[in-house]
């Protein structure tokens, strides 16, 4: 058994260094990506109103697709199930 698994049946789970490492990269990733828009949006204020929406829309969006693996792998120690 890993030694970071957590057993039920144990009155004592060991914690796991995975978790604050992720958290950590959770706002990582949040920082980063923010950034990445924000020094887009000189040039993205410029579009149409309509089309500056979908982008928002769609950068509101994307920024979570990371997040899977990510979490896979906080929880479980593997990025691909």
Do not use: C, H
């Not at 957590?6 to 995975?18: E, I, Y």
């Amino acid at each position: 058994m890993n030694q970071d698994s957590q057993d039920p049946f144990k009155g004592n789970p060991q914690p796991s260094w995975r978790k604050p490492v992720g958290m950590f990269l959770i706002l990582l990733l949040i920082a980063v990506w923010t950034t990445i828009i924000v020094n887009l949006s000189p040039w993205v204020g410029a579009w149409p109103v309509l089309v500056q929406a979908i982008f928002y829309l769609i950068a509101g969006i994307v920024w979570i697709l990371p997040l899977k693996p990510l979490l896979r792998w906080m929880e479980l120690g593997k990025w691909r199930g």
